[in-house]
């Protein structure tokens, strides 16, 4: 039997599973409860169970009572005090709170967790928790055939994971991201499972190499670790909403990113000189397509070096900068960590003078090739050097630089192994390990550095900071872009599901680079890229050195002409971003979203690999391949209506949609709301007239949905300097009734109204806050 799971495959696996050196948890001899967490003394081990909160539940598994938690760079809230209800029989165990029960099987000792109607969660039968006696730890548990997998950051493939096998090793990979091609980037450890339309979720807090795998066994998965503590929390759920809420109370969630870091940001590696950034600049403007960003990789810098300027490319940055701010245009340069061993260089002098680089354990430094040739790489693990580095930034803030690019911080060195030894020793904040028991961690503890660091330069305006590499809690800091991808077809389908997985890990604020990095674009797949990016939340077209320039005006003005209309389509629907990415920095629920989040009893919906959802109410439906102008698109039950056409469509069905290559599918539910501004091609965001945009329904439907505003670049939104409106729609065939349910903040908006524009109206007659509206072309709601 045991040859039908994950122990077939089993690492010391020599002949049978009793000669591996896998040795099980083994039985409970004794039970504790030590203030509001349990330790059950097991054969081989212990084991504590925490309830963080009704519907979270902590285990983690120490090989000697003596090993203390370790410190979680991911988790920032402490457990909750709750009442636990404890029971035990002899054989078995029970705790339960509100929303979780817990059982325990004491010989040998298996923990399974069921939501409070007692529907498994998360259960262990033959195998339970273990490790192996070269230090890996694991856990098994049990799945079947109606499980369907999502999250686990920034993979590629399909939407969902069932039967996958993935690895969390923050990696640079510039060969092709191929649907085998893993790990990438960023490390999430941290799934949700769909099973019979309810959803509960893992996170399973390790920073050395972790494998999650779902392929090798029919009904089982395993979770291992290379080294460290087995750890991991459970979320009951039951929505796949529910799960993002408790995973992001746990791991944080995205601060409302500044307006101008929402709209279109052209990059290039690189443009590598002041005139050429003041031209790019200039074409924007002349051809009036907006662009909030510019970025300088890595040419700007002097041989390389972070904290530089090359002073004959960028003679004069701060009035390059400054001269772009005025047109509302900012810059965004790349910093990565690599330090050029350079005794003449001063971050070089600093660093090494004041111990802030990787050293080994008998205290040489650790030396990588990286693009200024040999460099030491600042230990981000250790809180006095993050406090440098961020101060350093100041080089940047001072010049009116607020938005950094951070690069290569897997960390990427150019050697067989693509990182760092695991061997070099970091400091950890007190508590020294290796590399190889904090890689994943470098990225986002250099993120934290440097949002940080500029935050407390910009005196009370929001930084904004993109990554390429990260762990989870990577949204505090950082909005993440899918790296290194090629200008292929299969390239711009693939970026769907791994945005959305993105998304279902925490990250609502991710995109990849529009029209591909490597390799050369052309002109179809840089216009329907365009269209999609237009609807990412993170919207930024990048190519690699020595490919096909890829600005939207390249190739000719019929494709630029539509490039155009996207971009300007994106500032058109900045109100309804902005309002989602401030939900989402409140409840994780992220901005784009794959269909199964709102449908999640529509099997139909579980692979959906290319449409996505914009909020709980817009579908996308992009044409993502070359030569077509028709494609199948499913709509989920209620009632759709094209966003262009007006033409309405019956969900529970797919359509054959046309659309030519102007054309970009969107439908938007009957009976629901969209929020729109009139800025299309100023860069700056004074939005002066926002309208709601209502599409009725027939049929009695309700929709509530909730229009935010600020003043989008400072933190005056902590001190009440907002706009919150929460709006309800109820439709019928009769009536159309609009309710303003609640008002909170007192920011002074440009705008002292909000226009209601009702589209499709029937005989149905319209009430606004109680009152029949006679004029409905003339419908405000005063604020
Ligand atoms: C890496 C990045 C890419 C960047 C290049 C040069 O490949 O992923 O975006 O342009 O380095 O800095």
Redesign the pocket.
């Known amino acids: 039997m045991l040859e039908d799971t994950s122990f077939a495959i089993h690492p010391g696996k020599k002949g049978t599973i009793e000669s591996t050196n896998f040795i099980d948890i083994g039985n409970v001899t004794d039970v504790e409860k030590q203030k509001s967490r349990y330790l059950f003394t097991c054969t081989n081990g212990y084991v504590y169970l925490t309830f963080y909160r009704q519907d979270i539940v902590r285990i983690t598994m120490h090989q000697k009572i003596s090993q203390p938690f370790e410190k979680s760079r991911a988790v920032i809230v402490e457990q909750q005090e709750i009442d636990v209800t404890y029971e035990e029989k002899k054989e078995h165990i029970g705790l339960s709170t509100k929303q979780l029960k817990v059982g325990i099987n004491k010989s040998p000792f298996r923990v399974s967790i069921f939501d409070e109607n007692s529907t498994p969660l998360v259960t262990e039968e033959s195998h339970g928790l273990g490790y192996f006696t070269n230090g890996e730890v694991i856990c098994y548990k049990t799945t079947n055939q109606d499980d369907h997998f999502y999250g686990f950051g920034e993979k590629t493939g399909f939407l969902d994971k069932k039967g996958e096998k993935y690895e969390m090793w923050n990696s640079?990979v510039?060969a092709p991201h191929n649907p085998e091609t893993d790990p990438l980037y960023e490390s999430i450890p941290y799934f949700m499972t769909l099973r019979d339309g309810r959803a509960h979720g893992i996170f399973f807090d390790n920073t050395s190499r972790t494998t999650f795998d779902m392929k090798s066994a029919k009904d089982i998965y395993s979770i291992k670790a290379e080294t460290g503590q087995l750890d991991y929390y459970v979320f009951a759920g039951p929505s796949p909403k529910d799960v993002l809420e408790q995973y992001t109370y746990l791991t944080g969630r995205m601060p409302i990113p500044p307006k101008w870091a929402l709209g279109y940001h052209q990059s290039r590696?690189?443009y590598q000189s002041e005139h050429e950034v003041r031209e790019l600049a200039a074409n924007f403007i002349k051809k009036e397509i907006p662009v909030d960003v510019i970025y300088l990789?890595?040419h700007y810098m002097d041989g390389y070096r972070v904290f530089t300027f090359d002073n004959e490319r960028f003679p004069n940055p701060q009035k390059l900068i400054a001269d772009l701010k005025q047109q509302g245009i900012r810059v965004v340069p790349?910093v990565?960590p690599g330090v050029k061993k350079d005794p003449e260089y001063n971050i070089y002098q600093e660093g090494i003078n004041q111990d802030h680089f990787c050293k080994y354990l008998e205290g040489n430094h650790y030396f990588g090739d990286v693009?200024p040739g040999t460099s030491t790489f600042p230990d981000f693990t250790d809180e006095k050097v993050r406090n440098w580095w961020g101060e350093k930034h100041s080089f940047y803030s001072d010049l009116g630089i607020e938005g950094i690019w951070n690069?290569?911080n897997e960390p990427a060195v150019f050697n067989e192994t693509k990182t760092m030894d695991v061997q070099v020793m970091h400091k950890n904040d007190g508590k020294p390990d290796t590399h190889r028991a904090l890689h994943n961690v470098y990225g986002l503890l250099m993120g934290e550095a440097t949002y940080e660091g500029m935050k407390k330069q910009l005196n009370g305006k929001r930084p904004f900071l993109l990554t390429?590499a990260g762990y989870s809690g990577v949204q505090r800091y950082a909005s993440v872009w899918t790296?290194?991808n090629r200008s292929f077809w299969e390239h711009l389908q693939m970026s769907l599901p791994m945005c959305m997985n993105l998304g279902l890990s925490g990250v609502a604020f991710t995109g990849p680079?529009v029209g591909g990095?490597a390799h050369d674009t052309n002109a179809e797949l840089l216009t329907r890229w365009t269209q999609v990016g237009a609807f990412t939340p993170y919207f930024r077209n990048?190519s690699?050195i020595d490919t096909q320039y890829q600005e939207p005006w390249q190739f000719g003005e019929k494709y630029e002409e539509i490039m155009k209309k996207y971009i300007q389509l994106r500032y058109k629907w900045m109100p309804q971003l902005y309002s989602l990415f401030q939900s989402a920095s409140t409840s994780g629920a992220p901005v784009m979203r794959p269909l199964l989040m709102e449908y999640p009893n529509d099997a139909k919906t579980y692979n959906l690999n290319d449409q996505f959802m914009i909020g709980d109410n817009v579908i996308v439906a992009p044409v993502m391949s070359p030569g077509i102008t028709d494609r199948a698109v499913y709509l989920p039950s209620g009632d759709w209506v094209d966003y262009v056409s007006g033409e309405a469509y019956s969900g529970n069905k797919v359509h054959l949609i046309h659309a030519e290559l102007d054309q970009l599918p969107i439908f938007i539910k009957q009976g629901s709301a969209i929020v729109q501004g009139n800025l299309v091609s100023s860069m700056e965001y004074k939005q002066t007239k926002i309208t709601i945009h209502i599409y009725p329904s027939d049929k009695e439907t309700q929709y509530t949905f909730t229009y935010y505003d600020d003043d989008g670049e400072t933190f005056a939104y902590q001190n009440d300097q907002f706009i919150e409106l929460g709006i309800e729609i109820n439709c019928s065939e009769e009536s159309i009734e609009l309710d303003v349910i609640n008002q909170k903040g007192s920011y002074q908006a440009p705008y002292s109204n909000l226009a209601i524009q009702i589209h499709g109206l029937n005989r149905q007659k319209v009430y606004l806050n109680d009152s029949l509206v006679k004029d409905v072309n003339n419908l405000y709601i005063e604020l």
Do not use: L, N
């Open positions: 640079d510039y590696y690189s990789d890595i790349i990565d693009w690069d290569m390429r790296g290194d680079d990095f990048h690699a």
